[in-house]
């Protein structure tokens, strides 16, 4: 009996937190893109005001991110600051791959971002601000999506992590 | 004969019910017709032997062969 009773807590405790897990990824991905925005008007000032060198902008700035976005750039300037013979695109290509697995961004994003890269470092200035204002103008929309896929599946997924694991526990009993 | 099966059958029924409203709240009016139906057949499973032998119970009692 005793243990009957433990193995249903355990199970209800296990779908319970997956269904957060799955709930929180969804938080998650709306944080990233926002830091992302963030980190991008960073180094858009860095480029086009104070005219730092990229591998430089790009470790100052990821000293100043928050934790999971700042690899992307940390990881961006290593590459650029080993001069290993790269250019900026293949660099930031290399920094968003890997670094996708622990972020929560989907395909799209991570699209938009690696299309950004292709402008990085390649042309003059004036180019450089249009492809800063089309990438924050494409995660502008990336965030109103996320935002509404959040309302819409947040809750479902806490609720059904939980009933989904009382399901089991009631027919396995 | 016991009673948990009642009870079980009982809880399966709460448990679909919340499932449906969380889905429907959600705007998935398809998936909660789908988890419905879904407990249905499970209940269905659990009590379809029980269903036989109480037909075979009557069929003995008025002598039906």
């Known amino acids: ?173 | 004969m016991d009673v948990n099966v009642i009870f079980k059958i009982g809880a399966i029924g709460i448990l679909v019910a919340a499932l449906y409203l969380v889905l429907k709240n959600t705007g998935r009016e398809e998936l909660a017709l789908m988890a419905a139906l879904g407990g249905l057949v499970v209940v269905l499973m659990m009590v379809i032997q029980m269903i036989g032998e109480l037909f075979e119970n009557v069929r003995t009692i008025f002598q039906l062969y």
């Open chain 1, 1 to 173: 009996m005793m243990v009957k009773l433990i193995g249903c807590i355990v199970i209800i405790a296990c779908s319970t937190s997956g269904g957060y897990l799955l709930a929180s990824g969804y938080t998650k991905r709306i944080r990233e893109l926002r830091a992302l925005q963030y980190a991008l008007q960073c180094l858009e000032s860095e480029i086009l005001f104070t005219l730092t060198p990229l591998p430089q902008a790009v470790k100052k700035i990821a000293a100043r991110l928050d934790k999971p976005i700042d690899k992307i750039f940390a990881f961006f300037g290593q590459v650029l600051e080993q001069r290993a013979g790269y250019t900026a695109e293949e660099a930031w290509d290399m920094a968003i791959i890997s670094a996708r697995d622990f972020l929560c961004l989907d395909r799209e994003d991570l699209d938009i971002i690696r299309g950004f890269g292709k402008n990085l470092g390649s042309t003059d200035r004036a180019n450089q601000e249009k492809s800063f204002k089309l990438v924050n103008y494409q995660l502008q929309a990336q965030l109103v999506k996320a935002e509404e896929k959040r309302s819409k599946n947040e809750k479902l997924c806490k609720n059904l992590g939980f009933l989904l694991g009382a399901a089991l526990v009631i027919l396995l009993v």
